[in-house]
């Protein structure tokens, strides 16, 4: 609590001190905007505010993949190469929270043995809590605060594979889907709507007996995305084989991403990309401040839960029900 007065009382100094390249800075400032408090919350909003000019010139990448696919060792041996070559590495990494508690294990940085210990790299575990796509409510923010600490590229893994990860793509440049060799239907990331989504699919674990197995697995996603439109008419989504174990693969990795970024540059899609996520964030805070009134405001959420009790007894249609909270609003 100390660090949040300190950041609350003096932004400019955090400011000051986060674009030096503090990484104890980036942590209080991330801290800062994760708080729940009202004071805390408002100090948050005018430290990004006096930090927008310095953010927008990092790679934003999401990385996607079911539990077990090795998406924490993938950017542990990632982020090491592009340490090696001069870029530095922020990785925000979303752990699942518990649905009861919120808690969450926080577990990433050990999972992450290289990076953590690396003066280019910074890992910022933070918990779901429930947030739609298995994002942390304030990742748009904490992206925003590591481009201005200069973190040239940043890495957010989410949770697992789901309906929602629509979440990550409005937050990033490059959508990554990681996928698992021989683990039986291949395809059965088509009906979670993920290849869809993907700017590119990568098939782990690409190394010993598994090779034979990776290399059909990449096949049949071939296959699939020669079916389906790809999210951009400039972008033809490629497949790729690699191993997070032995390193092998993750420069051409790389280069995709590169070669991603080039053709969106040059067609114009990627600054309209980035207009558009911000609108979509701007909504996104919108609704999250509606919800935060709901629940915080003693009298309004003494209306709402008697009109829940109502919906649940069938007395009133949830219609109704959501037109009356609504006008609570006002």
Known sequence: MTLLKSATTDINALAKDLRAGSRAALARAITLIESRRGDHQAAARDLVQALLPDTGKAVRVGITGSPGVGKSTTIDGLGMFLIERGHKVAVLAVDPSSARTGGSILGDKTR?????????????????????????????EAMLLCEAADFDVV???????????????????FF???MLPGAGDELQGIKKGLVELADMIAVNKADGDNIKRANLAAAEYRGALHILSPRSE???????????LTGTGLDALWQK????????????????RRR???????????????????????????KVKKTESEVADGRITPALAAEQIAEWLK
């Not at 910074?122 to 990742?139: D, E, Q």
């Not at 890495?155 to 440049?173: H, K, N, P, R, Y």
């Not at 964030?281 to 401040?289: D, F, G, I, T, V």
Request: proline share 5%; with cysteine; net charge positive.
């Open 112 to 140: 992450m043995a290289r990076l953590s210990a690396s003066d280019s790299a910074f890992i910022r575990p933070s918990p779901a809590s429930g947030t739609l796509g298995g994002v942390a409510a304030k990742t748009r």
């Open 155 to 173: 890495l957010v893994e989410t949770v697992g594979i789901g309906q929602s990860e629509t979440a990550v793509c409005d937050m990033t440049d």
């Open 176 to 178: 990554l889907a990681l």
């Open 234 to 244: 400039h972008w033809q989504p490629p497949v790729l084989t690699y191993s997070a």
């Open 257 to 272: 991403i590169g070669e991603h970024r080039t053709a969106m540059n040059a067609s114009g899609e990627f600054t309209k």
């Open 276 to 302: 558009q996520q911000q609108v979509k964030w701007m909504w996104s805070m919108l609704e999250q401040r509606m919800m935060t009134r709901l629940r915080s405001e003693p009298a309004i959420r003494a």
